[in-house]
């Protein structure tokens, strides 16, 4: 079972992200309720590996690892930092051991067909881990594309052309590779970056975790989107997995969804997906 997670502005009561220009630190009973309410929500998916964005440092997805609410359900974790100047960052937890951990922190990229006049960076980063279960290869590509604050759709597009590019390579180099896209997109379906994302035929197409014709299908209040809902954070699969999608399993944890002590924790609704990988 896997799931994706905006855990927004997960700092702790430290000064301990050198790299960040405007790192925020919160108190210490602030920092031990957000531990103790995010654990509690991952608790409730019972993922086997979930994508986290928006959290700060190593420091605190280790805190996080190790809260009661999780049981020591999580044996590895995966935190690479990334562009982002607040110092928010994406990152992981797994049952499983990851095989690689790769870092796309420094990767420079233009918006296709524009001869690469505009040089970008991922907006944080694009966190790449690779696991293997039950003898398969399968990769997560963990995303965060650029925020709708001070909008910058083209390089929002640009990020997404560039993850489609690095999956496609990785499948390219290994046919078996079994991958997933998932994360916070900042966009919603038909949108140019998630249709960068899905691709088309004859190209293979990245499916949704499934949820499209559901009213419930949406993750955050956006009021750039239809009916001001919408749904920014998904898994895209490629068809292997897509194809192994096990039916009615597909979860959005809205609000309603959780006792109201939960309700502030993020701004964002978690989504969880099961996979039958064998």
Known sequence: RVATFNAENFFNDKKDSPGANSE??????????????????IARLNADLIML???????????????????????????????????????ALSTVPFTQKVDHKDDQFALAGTGGSVKYRFSRNLLEVHTEINTRHVVFLGVHFKAKVDDDPTKRLAEAQR??????????????????VLGDFNDFPGTPPMDAIEGSAPADVFGSAGLLQSADAWTVKSSGAPGGLALH?????????????????????????????LRPASDHAPVAITYRID
């Open 163 to 180: 993850t489609r590019l690095i999956a496609d390579r990785m499948r390219e180099d290994d046919p078996e590779a079994k991958v997933v």
């Open 24 to 41: 925020e630190i919160v108190s210490a009973a602030e920092y031990q309720k957000k531990l103790a309410d995010i654990a509690a929500i």
């Open 233 to 261: 954070d998904d898994l895209r699969s490629a068809p292997w997995l897509q194809e192994r999608i096990i039916k009615g399993t597909a979860t959005i944890l809205h609000d309603e969804d959780l006792p109201a002590a």
């Open 53 to 91: 964005e928006e959290i700060e440092n190593d420091a605190v997805l280790a805190a996080l690892q190790a809260r009661p609410e999780l049981a020591g359900r999580f044996v590895d974790r995966a935190l690479l930092p990334g562009n982002d100047p607040r110092g928010i960052n994406i990152a």
